[in-house]
């Protein structure tokens, strides 16, 4: 009995993993689908879609459109006792929590630099970032990196995970991580 275990758990896992891949996640909508031709377009239409003044709504459509159904948002940063620790949010979780917090404060995110490299289907985009409560703003209230992964699946680009955190004074974001001097 216990040799039949192994096999019956990788058919599991291998009809688990089929099931993933016959879910329609790369269907076009026509509306969306200039927004998701390109890993640039994917990218400024993430940071289009979360930005806005106090009492604008986001576009939760279009932000769910963005990433893969099982994609993963994932805040890390430093604790008090100086670990780092690091939070799993699903798109659904950011769209309930995240998007009424901005509605009510104002939140524009600033693309400052971005490294993209991508193999095949597959893309990581390392994208610095300042935040602001207003459009209007000079300063942010804080920048960080958000490092993006996506997936190419034959006809548009998707969202895979989002891993970010905020600079510090003793982790400033790298200078080759930033916009050069011109």
Known sequence: MK???????????????????????????????????????TIETLYAV??????EERNAELLRYLFHPKAKLIASGQRKDSSYASRFLTIDHYVENSLPWMFENGFYEKELHRVT??????????????????????????RGI?????????????????????ETEDNPIPEKYLPKEK
């Not at 891949?21 to 377009?41: G, H, M, P, R, W």
């Not at 979360?50 to 009492?55: F, P, T, V």
Request: charged share 20%.
């Open 3 to 41: 040799y039949l275990t192994i096999p019956v758990l990788l058919l599991v896992c291998a009809m688990s993993f089929a099931q993933d891949i016959n879910f329609d996640y790369q269907a076009l909508n026509k509306k969306y689908e200039d927004k998701v031709a390109t890993i640039d377009s």
């Open 50 to 55: 979360i930005s806005g003044e106090k009492g």
């Open 117 to 142: 490299e991508q193999f095949g289907q597959i893309a990581h985009v390392f994208s610095s970032y300042e935040t602001f409560y207003s459009k209007e703003d000079d300063t942010p209230f804080m």
């Open 146 to 166: 958000n490092s993006i992964q996506l997936m190419f699946t034959g006809k548009r680009w998707v969202v895979l995970s989002v891993y970010f955190t905020q």
